[in-house]
């Protein structure tokens, strides 16, 4: 039979379906449920900037198909998350914040009682944002990507029959903030900026009967146009690029339904949206911005759980690491270690070179600041900066350039590959250990490790510190030429990697045919490639035990006869975004692990550099084995993937097991 595999798309959708019902969640504190329906608007943002363009291309070129196509399918799936995303809001958050003493304004008039305070506000921070624009003479005005507006129609007082007049006024989110938090006979009342506007709307159009107002919102393309072949430098190229950006083709119109539907239409023809996906939405639109909610009280969030201060060292770090491989688990522990690895390269007089990757830059990067001070104190440094991490691109070539103007050698990847590995090495005049290293699940940015879920190897393991720098020898190269070299320790895409990982599935596959146990353990964020998984359902009829534990995108069906009846597969979703890579194989009974940047993506395996390294520290692999136990056995977070792609509750008579609370307190004691 030919094999099955679920859409990339629906499967993303269906996993944030799961973030918002995390906002649905009763056992979730107030302010962290507000959160998640943040998380989901902002996903579903990004999947119309990224995703929605190819399935609208896909729509069109599958005209006659007789198969729904996926775009279709994405609309209908998105149109039921979104009515769960409002009864949500007003059927139980509305309500408990009122609760709770805050009385949000949303879809409600402003009281009389504030239009004092709310005028002087309008007048002393909001007035001088706003740009009221004609609409039958907007020229070339352009709404800006995923920018809140208001279409206002006014006519004049003094004309029986004057014409009605649009104007597209800009909502100013990026210069003020959304909510205003006002308090009055002890109710704190959370106002929204467009309904502060409109309730001053006729001093921004005075001499004019104003006979409504409509809140739009424009998505656009965020697809960057990079040729193959360019003179000029790829920042510079980038840059150009950015600034059209969000001016890229229109994705998602959304509208609010009150507005008539010539007036629609006239907004629809004036800024040419007819290719867009027009979408009827509610009166407000950007709830992303729920983050923000001007809301506190310790009852409200996630009980505290403070990192895990590291161990008080007698020695250096570097010395420490020589001595035995330590592992940090963000956001658990503490990421001190990591900071302090890079900050020791910076003043350790044996230092000679010092290489990273940088994927994703912090907006004040301590690691940045620690490679600038090792060029000025002559060591030389050479660091491989992705542009092209999608919607960093801009922060990443302003450290670029700032580290190149103080002596550090910035290497770029060229346009068709993108360097996704997190890795460090630092060179040493040092008789028995001139290398030290740091391998990373994540990005090397001291922002997201406070809420992501990642692995850091800090080693002075030879052999595989000797493939990094083969691998940094060959990143350096101007022309790179990606040729035979061999990596026996650590399985490098554009290499070794997929052929590496299929080998691995083959040999349990090959133990269970020779009647010995074998199984698999995977933990990654999204699983697409097609080989790949078809070598998983090769091993599930050999009789392999897979269980896989997959938070985003997933194609493998689970549970189907003949296919992937011994494969299960976990999502968990927590207060901390689960981004580790862990891939554990059996082995009859001497099991290998392995870690590393690599989800078994097409863009991962075919257009990057990742790299995954083995775990052979007895004590750092055991307890990488019981934090991947504890995951499996989550019965509070975890839902179960079904073949129907639905997010099943894993039903359990025994004790609740929550993961992450599980894990910080296991690393508590261990």
């Given amino acids: 039979m030919n094999s099955i595999f679920f859409n990339r798309d629906i499967s993303w959708l269906a996993f944030n379906e799961r973030v918002l019902r995390e906002a649905t969640n009763p056992a979730v504190p107030l302010l962290e449920r507000i959160r998640f329906l943040a998380i989901y608007s902002s996903n579903l943002d990004e999947f119309y900037r990224v995703r929605m363009p190819a399935l609208l291309a896909l729509q069109k070129i599958e005209k006659g198909d007789e198969s729904e196509p996926v775009y279709k399918q994405a609309v209908a799936v998105i149109g039921k998350q979104l009515q769960l995303f409002g009864q949500e809001l007003f059927s139980r958050i ?70 009605e007049k649009l104007y597209l006024l800009n909502i100013p989110c990026r210069e003020v903030p959304r909510f205003l938090l006002i308090e009055e006979d002890g109710i704190k009342y959370i106002l929204l900026l467009e309904d502060i506007i409109r309730d001053n709307l006729q001093h921004i159009f005075p001499a004019t009967a104003i006979s409504g107002s409509y809140n739009i919102k424009i998505t656009r393309d965020a697809e960057l146009n990079l040729a193959d072949e360019y003179d000029e430098e790829l920042a510079d190229k980038i840059e150009k690029q950015l600034a059209k950006r969000d001016q890229g083709f229109a994705t998602r119109f959304l509208y609010d339904p009150a507005i008539p539907l010539r007036h629609l239409e006239f907004v629809i023809e004036t800024f040419g949206l007819h290719k867009a996906s027009v979408v009827e939405g509610g009166k407000y639109h950007n709830l992303k911005d729920l983050s923000a909610i001007p809301v506190s009280g310790k009852d409200l969030v996630y009980p505290s759980m403070p990192a895990l201060q590291p161990e008080l060292l007698q020695s250096t770090l570097f010395e420490h690491i020589i001595q035995k491989d330590m592992m940090v688990h963000v956001p ?174 083959d040999r349990e596959t090959e133990h269970a045919k020779q009647g010995l146990p074998a199984s698999i353990i995977i933990k990654m964020n999204n699983l697409e490639e097609a080989l790949l998984i078809q070598k998983l359902y090769d091993a599930s009829n050999a009789g392999v035990k897979i269980q896989l534990l997959i938070r985003g995108i997933c194609r493998l069906v689970p549970g189907i006869a003949g296919q992937s009846e011994n494969i299960s597969i976990k999502r968990i979703v927590d207060r901390y975004l689960e981004h580790g890579r862990v891939f554990v194989f059996f082995n009859n009974h001497q099991e290998e692990l392995y870690m590393g940047s690599a989800d078994w993506m097409n863009r991962n395996i075919y257009r990057r550099i990742e790299v995954c390294f083995p775990v052979y520290d007895a004590a750092l692999k055991k307890q990488v084995r019981d934090i991947i136990q504890l995951q499996l056995d989550d019965n509070t977070q975890a839902v179960w993937i079904d073949a129907a792609l639905n997010n099943t509750k894993v039903e359990s008579d025994g004790a609740a097991i929550r993961s992450q609370q599980a894990i910080y307190q296991y690393l508590q004691t261990n």
């Avoid at 990421?335 to 000679?352: S, T």
């Avoid at 290398?435 to 997201?448: D, M, P, Q, R």
């Avoid at 061999?486 to 997929?498: K, M, P, R, S, T």
Wanted: proline fraction near 3%; avoid cysteine.
């Fill in 94 to 163: 509305l309500p408990d914040l009122k609760n709770r003493g805050y009385y949000f304004l949303y879809n409600e008039p402003i009281p009389a009682r504030l239009a004092a305070q709310v005028n002087r506000y309008f007048f002393t921070q909001v007035a001088g944002m706003l740009q009221p624009v004609q609409l039958d003479e907007a020229g070339g005005f352009f709404p800006e990507n995923n920018q809140l507006y208001t279409v206002v129609v006014l006519k004049e007082k003094k004309e029986k029959n004057a014409k």
């Fill in 332 to 505: 658990y522990q503490s990421y001190d270690n990591i900071l302090r690895f890079f900050n020791e390269a910076a003043i350790d007089p044996a230092v000679q070179e010092v290489y990273t990757t940088l994927y994703r830059v912090a907006s004040d990067s301590k690691i940045v600041h620690a490679l600038i001070s090792a060029a000025r104190n002559g060591k030389k440094v050479t660091v491989l900066v992705e542009l092209k991490a999608r919607f960093d691109e801009a922060n990443n070539i302003h450290w670029a350039k700032k580290m190149k103007d103080n002596g550090v050698k910035i290497m770029y990847s060229n346009n068709a590959l993108k360097v996704h590995a997190k890795v460090a090495l630092v060179k040493r005049q040092h008789a028995t250990h001139p290398y030290l290293g740091l391998l990373a699940t994540g990005n090397l940015n001291e922002s997201t490790a406070r809420f992501y879920t990642d692995h850091i190897l800090l080693t002075a393991d030879a052999a595989l510190l000797a493939e990094l720098q083969v691998l940094f020898d060959i990143l350096s190269r101007k022309n790179r030429v990606f040729g035979d070299h061999e990596f026996d320790h650590l399985l490098v895409a554009q290499f070794n990697l997929q052929q590496k990982f299929m080998w691995l599935i």
